[in-house]
């Protein structure tokens, strides 16, 4: 055989070899959606069953969904309340979502099936209030997730994919 030609068949052996071993395929991200799970925003004390957000609490509204700006977010629950529907509409509105509404009453761990099942990725932001956001949080996390003052409106709760798929909760204000 021709030893030129086989140089050359050998060093093309070679370098798809050195090619196909330092080829990187994309790490697969964990698969399921993020969830963000928040008590609405600061309410109004008017005596009302009903009341509006306070100007802090619209702020609190906005900077929400500022933090929320570079997130797929792909839903926004909310109960029909004004406060929680106050709460949702400035991330809604950024992402040009509507805001679907749950009931609060829905067993947490019912609403936590509807939402993994009809969201398999992306970021679903759910406004709550005190005595559900935490329920609503631990059924999407299957872990223990603190009561909510009734005083307490910065908690956020989000619960992601890990690296083995099982969920996981990271807290923040």
């Known amino acids: 055989m021709n030893p030129p030609r086989m140089l050359h068949r050998l060093l093309i052996a070679t370098t798809l070899t050195v090619m196909s071993a330092c080829s990187t395929s994309p790490v697969a991200e964990p698969a399921g959606a993020t969830f963000v ?29 500022a933090s929320l700006a ?29 805001v679907t509404t749950y009931d609060p009453a829905e067993p947490a761990v019912d609403l936590a099936a509807r939402l993994r099942s009809a969201h398999r990725a992306g970021t679903v932001l759910v406004v709550g209030h ?29 619960i992601s994919p890990g690296s083995d ?8 204000h």
């Open 37 to 65: 799970v928040v008590r609405h925003a600061e309410k109004a004390d008017d005596g009302s069953k009903d009341p509006p957000l306070t100007g802090a609490g619209e702020e609190r509204a906005r900077r929400l969904a």
């Open 130 to 158: 005190s005595n559900t956001a935490p329920a609503i949080a631990s059924a999407l996390c299957e872990c223990e997730v603190p009561p909510m003052d009734e005083q307490e409106y910065g908690r956020t709760l989000t």
């Open 165 to 172: 798929g099982a969920p996981r909760l990271s807290l923040g």
């Open 70 to 98: 570079d997130a797929p977010v792909v839903a926004v629950y909310s109960t029909h309340l004004h406060r929680t529907t106050r709460t949702a509409e400035p991330t809604a509105r950024l992402h040009g979502l509507p």
